[in-house]
């Protein structure tokens, strides 16, 4: 190859040798025994941050001028590298660790061994420009790809059923491991909220079970999803917890030792944890592994001669398949007494009763994958103490109550109480679960003027917590609230708080000599996106084409395709089509065209006009997930019917799982509208109250 030009591939360089018509020969260490799958070979102009650990040599390869970019990665690698090795109790077997930034045409990261590739989205920190969010997501990234050296590389599964011990693991691992560094993040918090949204696929029809039969590669791809990663990682936190940190990490480490440069499965690593503990782990494990779905805690108290009892009891929870398989689980339940006292319980498939020396309330807390539903007068005895529960407590009430709302088994006005109560909210975790209730109930609203007046309700919600933190940061806050004042000024600005859309449209007014903070600049410029006019549209699109750092690139993009006004947003798709952008990231920004212009159907319109032009731009397997994505925001069953048909239609039948968890989707909400409704645009129309 030609001189100036770098190539990395998973092991070190053994050998250069110059040739005479003036390139060079570059040679590798022979490999240690790996699967295909990891097989890495790059070349490029690059530069190169170095450094070393405990004699592996570290190095963080980047397009030009971008290394200076790479610290933050590089010290996070540090922190990873000496914790995993020493938790694994085997030490990382390369020479050399190297990672790649890859400024374009491939979105994620790969965990390559000795040489993982990521997005350089995924992997750079400028410390002018970034913010706190990003370094959350190249700590936790980098970990994840790290802790796949050892679970993936060093042991590989055995074939495609056993991907969660790959993805689940990398990502406990990640949030572990973050916890331990940055706890001021609370990651698990974070956790939380994704394990919701993963009960919410999990609780539906299209589920499957961790542990999936696979026949034939190309369905292996479906199984990407928040069940293997996010289940996978809820379950282990459980395990952990089950079993003893030290007791867990003894049986990882006997796993590892034993099965190295070899496959193994889950019930391996069954075995190893059996050997270490003394338990019976397949007896816990194996509900949660094979079976699909989740449990229903449901909690019931009385009071007995002065003594409290509580009563537990499970079933399976699901949203909207009434036929589903009645399963039971092993959940480890906690409770939570007045004053702070912890009762551990292990709920099986029979009831079990708790006696409490007094008939003060219980609750549960916010740890554990299930839904928890209390009878009826302590329901609302929590409803009325919402503010001084705990923050996952807080955090998990929410999340359940709404999907006992979307499941039909509570009414609508007892999510909505709680909604009101989160007007006195500033954790930004609550808040996050709030705020993502709201699209889906937005979209049960058919009339334009339901949406305005479900804009104001929200808008009155949301106000105080943003009044209280303020819009720029105030000393010694809370690390959170910078990713909550985005989360919060997005939300207002979108629902068209015109305070919040004046003050947007000043920041970026004045941002060329006074630069936006990078904690709220996507924010503040999706605002000014959705209420854009012809001339802000073109500087908004005049900024994208002079934008060199990836993370502002996809801001650009994101604030053009807020854009809701007819004439501009149709500007915006049209330029699309006709390669204003690499195929990969114009096929993003169409299918998601309608939910953030708020013009669903007119976006849906529009790509079933052009849409072998909007296949052309997907890859084969990007293909499967334009409609379905673009038909979410849909709340009628017809438009289910719609997208099955249309997929039938014009993709193979690998397409159709996509197309059938989103119809699913799309039926639940036509449900929930069918059931709630009426409430929904009661509370919409009621005046007063937050
Ligand atoms: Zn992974």
Redesign the pocket.
């Known amino acids: 190859m030609a001189e100036p030009l770098t190539v990395v591939s998973n092991m070190p360089v053994a050998r250069v040798t110059p040739r005479p018509d003036g390139r060079k020969e570059v040679s590798f260490a022979r490999s240690v025994p790996m699967p295909t799958y990891l097989v890495a070979l790059f070349i490029g102009e690059l530069d190169v941050l170095q450094d070393e650990l405990d004699g592996i040599a570290l190095a963080i390869y980047t397009v030009r001028g971008k290394a200076a970019h790479a610290q933050f990665a590089m010290q996070a690698t540090k922190d990873i590298l000496r914790h995993f090795n020493d938790y694994f109790g085997e030490r990382y077997l390369l020479p050399k660790l190297d990672q790649v930034a890859l400024p374009g045409g491939f979105g994620g990261a790969m965990?390559n061994w000795g040489a993982i590739l990521y997005n350089e989205s995924l992997l750079l920190v400028d410390p002018q420009a970034s913010s706190l969010r990003q370094q959350q997501r190249v700590f936790g990234i980098v970990a994840?790809?790290i802790a796949?050296q050892w679970f993936g590389n060093l042991v590989t599964m055995a074939w495609w059923d056993n991907l969660w011990l790959?993805?689940g693991f990398?990502t406990w691992m990640a949030t572990r491991t973050a916890e331990r560094f940055h706890p001021q993040w609370r990651s698990r918090l974070r956790a939380a909220l994704n394990a919701s949204e993963a009960m919410a696929e999990d609780a539906r029809r299209t589920t499957h079970p961790v542990q999936t039969p696979v026949h034939d590669d190309a369905r292996a791809f479906d199984l990407f999803d928040a069940i293997t990663y996010t289940k996978g990682e809820a379950f282990l936190h459980m395990l952990e917890a089950y079993l003893g940190e030290g007791v867990f990490r003894d049986g990882v480490r006997r796993y590892l030792r034993a099965h190295r440069l070899s496959n193994a499965t889950t019930a391996d690593l069954w075995h190893h944890l059996a050997e270490a503990s003394g338990r019976d782990v397949r007896a816990f494990a194996a509900p949660w592994v094979e079976q699909p779905g989740l449990p229903r805690v449901d909690v019931s108290q009385r009071c007995e001669d002065g003594r409290g009892v509580a009563r537990l009891e499970q079933r399976r929870f699901t949203l909207n398949d009434p036929q589903a398989a009645p399963l039971a689980w092993p959940v480890p339940v906690t409770l939570l007494l007045d004053g702070g006292e912890r009762r551990r319980a292990l709920l099986g498939a029979s009831p079990i009763e708790l006696r409490l020396d007094d008939c003060r309330p219980v609750h549960v807390a916010g740890e554990g994958y299930f839904r928890v539903r209390y009878d009826g007068a302590t329901a609302q005895r929590l409803a009325r103490q919402f503010a001084r529960l705990g923050v996952a407590e807080r955090q998990r009430l929410l999340g359940d109550t709404f999907a006992l709302v979307q499941a039909g088994e509570t009414d609508l006005a007892d999510y909505l109480r709680l909604l009101e109560a989160t007007a006195g909210e500033s954790d930004r975790f609550v808040l996050a679960q709030a705020i993502e209730s709201f699209a889906f109930l937005r979209n049960l609203l058919d009339a334009p003027r339901e949406r305005a007046a479900f804009d104001d309700r929200l808008v009155r919600i949301l106000r105080p917590p943003l009044a209280r933190i303020g819009w720029s940061a105030q000393p010694g806050e809370d690390s959170e609230w910078p990713t909550l004042r985005a989360a919060l000024i997005r939300a207002l600005g979108l629902a068209g708080d015109p305070e919040v859309v004046r003050e947007a449209r000043a920041l970026f007014a004045a941002h060329a000599t006074q630069p936006i903070k990078p904690a709220i600049r996507g924010a503040v410029l999706d605002v000014v996106g959705r209420h854009a006019d012809a001339a802000t549209f073109e500087r908004l699109l005049g900024l994208l084409r002079g934008a060199t750092a990836v993370e502002h690139r996809w801001e650009f993009q994101s604030a053009l395709r807020h854009a809701t006004d007819p004439a501009l947003r149709l500007r915006w798709w049209n330029l699309l089509l006709e390669g204003e952008l690499p195929p990969g990231e114009a096929t993003y920004n169409l299918q998601f065209a309608g939910a953030s212009s708020d013009s669903a159907e007119e976006a849906w319109q529009f790509l079933l006009a052009n849409l072998a032009r909007v296949y052309a731009k997907a890859s084969p397997r990007g293909r499967s997930y334009v409609l379905p994505e673009a038909a979410s925001a849909f709340s009628d069953a017809s438009r289910a019917d719609e997208l099955i048909r249309l997929t039938r239609q014009h993709l193979d039948a690998g397409a159709l799982y996509q197309a059938e968890k989103a119809a699913d989707a799309i039926r639940l909400a036509a449900a929930v509208k069918a059931r709630q409704g009426k409430a929904l645009r009661d509370w919409v129309a009621a005046r007063g109250g937050a």
Do not use: K, L, M, S
């Open positions: 965990e994840h790809e796949h790959n993805e990398a």
